[in-house]
């Protein structure tokens, strides 16, 4: 089943199953604004998946990953689609983004 949320920006996080060996929970935090995680806002609605292998992120472009907390934030929402199955998290949806020539480019590396 796929759940809608309309909301600006999305926290993902984790905690370790039962045990070490078990899969583990995936929180996902909902926000009404961009950043979250800068200002110390609280989430407007959290979920909470147990036994979890992956979370997947479809056609979201502006992704950001913190190894300080090791959580994923997403900005820049119109909508979240969210689908749970077989143990995996998909989350796709719509994001307002500035314009391409506004975005950071970052040279080749080799």
Same mark, same amino acid.
């Given at each position: ?28 935090? +909902?926000?009404?604004? &961009? &950043? ?31 190894l300080l907390g090791n959580d994923i934030v997403i900005n ?20 307002? +983004? ?10 080749n590396h080799k």
């Amino acid at each position: 089943m796929i759940n809608h949320y309309k909301i600006k920006s999305v926290v993902i996080s984790r905690k370790p199953g039962k045990n070490k060996d078990m899969l583990w929970t995936a929180f996902i935090g +909902l926000f009404n604004e &961009n &950043n979250p995680h800068l200002k110390g806002k609280e989430p407007v609605h959290v979920l909470e998946f147990k036994e979890i292998e992956k979370v997947r992120i479809k056609e979201l472009r502006n992704v950001s990953y913190y190894l300080l907390g090791n959580d994923i934030v997403i900005n820049n929402l119109v909508e979240l689609d969210i689908d749970v199955k077989d143990g995996i998290v998909t989350l796709t949806g719509k994001q307002d +983004l500035p314009p391409e020539s506004k975005l950071k480019k970052i040279p080749n590396h080799k």
